[in-house]
């Protein structure tokens, strides 16, 4: 038997549990973290973009990112943001960022599209630079990024995407599957990175389907340096025995008649099975797209090696260059991504190759030297 008043003590007590958003939208700032080059906020409930207001101080020139409805969890500082960043309760409501560099910059601010409870601010260079006269904070930031660069053993995690997989086969050509070609090469990479010390975790290991989220949210958890996803082209058959070559794509809009086609069939496959993403939230998030520098950078590299790899085999292999192109499966990423095009799996020619060992082996090299470079280079850089 419950009383009237067990009830109301019970009802009470659940109402502190539920969603603070019942009473008037108040939401908790959890957490704040300084991480490749971005400040990372976290909060309890899902953000909504009209509660953040953004503008620029000058002299000193700051950024300043106020948080409505937003109440601070505790009262401790965090820990490690360097003394150019300073987070703060403004007022009874209000959270308030601001972030201080030597010269205006334009920050890129966005939500991870899987991570509606998360917002991630781009932080200045100097800011993660060591500077003459940093503070101790970043200095001490700074420090042990410096010492890795001697050791043979690496702490950055690389993601391999063999793409398809399950029920979607890719592309189909000659009687041969995107899906296993493609997971026979991640393997390669796989083998190849764990040979130069490097930790890998492939999304797929097996023949199975993983969906478009799934595949970008096992980097995020991971706390992945890059995201590889790795593809097979293929065309129509009046075109082919015209399209053969190795293409790297890094995630941006583009005008590019090709590049749209080859992301407009990639894309096809891998919203399929897709029930909750909202194709209008990935455009989105497309045209906001971070690390569209380090990408860029990232899938020169890999292209480079992947080719002078390739002509040691064969010196008629295609260069398709590096493009840019939306591709849903680099969108949820929050950090360097490329999608790679081993070849055109409808050209006979390159289809006999890719489908050999001794040239999915050399590609995989190629590509295991490209990301080795784009990370060494990259510890010299900034804060990683
Ligand atoms: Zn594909």
Do not use: C, W
Not at 208 to 220: G, P, Q, V, Y
């Amino acid at each position: 038997m419950i009383r009237r008043s067990d009830f109301l003590l019970v009802f009470m007590l659940l109402m502190l549990f539920v969603s603070p958003s019942l009473f008037g939208g108040v939401n908790s700032m959890t957490k704040a973290i300084v991480s490749q080059g971005e400040l990372k906020l976290f909060f309890a409930e899902p953000l909504e973009q009209q509660k953040i207001k953004h503008f620029t101080l000058p002299n000193p020139h700051r950024q300043v990112y106020d948080f409505i409805d937003t109440r601070l969890a505790h009262n401790r500082v965090p820990l490690g943001l360097g003394n150019h960043i300073r987070i703060a309760q403004n007022n009874a409501t209000t959270v308030r960022v601001v972030i201080e560099s030597r010269s205006p910059f334009k920050p890129i601010a966005y939500q991870p599209l899987f991570a509606k409870t998360a917002y991630h601010i781009s932080l200045p260079k100097n800011s993660t630079h060591i500077h003459k006269g940093s503070s101790l904070a970043q200095q001490a930031y700074a420090k042990p990024q410096a010492q890795k660069t001697t050791s043979r053993r690496h702490t950055e995690l690389i993601v391999i995407d063999p793409g398809h997989g399950g029920h979607d086969s890719g592309a189909i050509a000659g009687g041969k599957k995107e899906k296993e070609l493609v997971l026979a090469i991640s393997k390669k990479v796989e083998k190849q990175l764990k040979k130069r010390g490097y930790p890998v975790y492939l999304t797929r290991e097996s023949d199975r389907f993983l969906k478009l989220d799934e595949r970008t949210r096992i980097a995020d958890r991971k706390d992945a340096k890059v995201f590889i996803s790795i593809h097979a082209n293929s065309i129509d058959k009046s075109k082919q025995d015209k399209m053969e070559g190795i293409e790297t794509f890094f995630l941006q809009n583009t005008r590019d008649e090709r590049a749209k086609r080859i992301a407009a069939r990639e894309n096809e496959a891998v919203l399929k099975g897709t029930d909750h993403v909202s194709k209008h939230v990935i455009i989105d998030s497309v045209l906001s797209g971070p690390k569209i520098v380090e990408s860029n950078k990232l899938a020169i590299d890999i292209h480079k090696r992947m080719i002078a790899n390739a002509k040691t085999l064969y010196r008629d292999v295609k260069d398709g260059g590096v493009r840019h192109a939306p591709f849903y499966v680099l969108v949820g990423a929050s950090r360097p991504s490329v999608l790679i095009e081993v070849g055109y799996i409808s050209h006979p020619k390159e289809r006999q190759r890719l489908f050999t060992t001794e040239y999915q082996n050399i590609l995989a090299k190629g590509i295991a030297e490209g990301i080795e470079n784009y990370l060494f280079n990259r510890r010299k850089e900034i804060d990683f």
